[in-house]
């Protein structure tokens, strides 16, 4: 069984311009998360969605981070405009059911904003 | 309030003796708790949890954490480091809130010497 994959795995990007990165989940699992490290600091939550809808997205930061997962499958995450502090590894997780259940975490995509 | 401190940033150990990383968690509510690990240019991987069964939980390649409620921690041990370990280790807690919540400890970089 696939795992949660990311694309791309690495992006460098000027400030200003606008960057999207994708997550897949693994097949069947309802819940989407997206999570973010920023250097040297810990990960903090994003968004959470339950198939299609955002349940929870109170961790996103600001109005120039937008999240989508259009029918339910995968997500995408755009970044406009990018801005240096938006530098960081983007961590996208899934899991079967809500609540107290294992998420399972993809391998990250890390973001550089110059 | 939840919280996660993972009391040591960097811990060095010889290769094939013992292995400790404290997790200290604060929460108000019966949590779930996580380790996981990322290894360099990894996802990161699910070690083992715990969710109110048996206090002593065993995970994969030899790690195991215990549970103490009454001094609210979960530490990571393993009898034997191997070279392979080395890697940087997250401490996890999820809780229920009125909506769940996962909050990340900073992470506990583990070097291992030959």
């Known amino acids: 069984e696939a795992g949660v994959t990311q694309f791309p795995s690495h992006s460098v990007i000027e400030k200003g311009q606008t960057v999207t990165l994708r997550c897949d989940p693994i097949?069947?699992?309802?819940?989407l998360y997206w999570y973010r490290r920023v250097m040297g600091k810990e990960i903090k939550f994003l968004l959470h969605?339950?198939?299609?809808?955002?349940?929870?997205e109170s961790g996103m930061p600001n109005n120039r981070f937008l999240a989508e997962r259009t029918g339910g499958t995968y997500s995408t995450l755009k970044v406009q405009p990018a801005e240096l502090e938006d530098s960081g590894v983007y961590f996208c997780?899934?899991?079967?059911?809500?609540?107290?259940?294992?998420?399972?975490f993809g391998p990250g995509t890390r973001l550089l904003v110059l | 309030a939840q919280s996660v401190t993972q009391l040591d940033s960097h811990v060095s150990v010889s290769e094939g003796t013992p292995v400790l990383l404290r997790c200290n968690y604060s929460?108000?509510?019966?949590?779930?708790l996580f380790w996981y690990v990322q290894h360099p240019n990894k996802g990161l991987q699910l070690l083992l949890k715990?969710?109110?069964?048996?206090?002593l939980v065993k995970g994969i390649n030899g790690f195991e954490a215990e549970f103490k409620k009454s001094e609210t921690s979960f530490h990571l041990t393993k009898p034997s480091a191997h070279m392979s370990d080395a890697a940087e280790y997250f401490c996890?807690?999820?809780?229920?809130?009125?909506?769940?919540?996962?909050?990340f400890g900073a992470g506990t970089r583990l070097f291992v010497k030959a």
């Open positions: 997780a899934s899991s079967q059911s809500w609540g107290l259940e294992t998420q399972y």
């Open positions: 097949s069947g699992h309802d819940n």
């Open positions: 969605f339950v198939k299609e809808s955002k349940q929870d």
């Open positions: 929460s108000s509510y019966s949590p779930s």
């Open positions: 715990y969710t109110s069964a048996a206090t």
């Open positions: 996890v807690v999820r809780t229920d809130t009125g909506g769940f919540k996962t909050i």
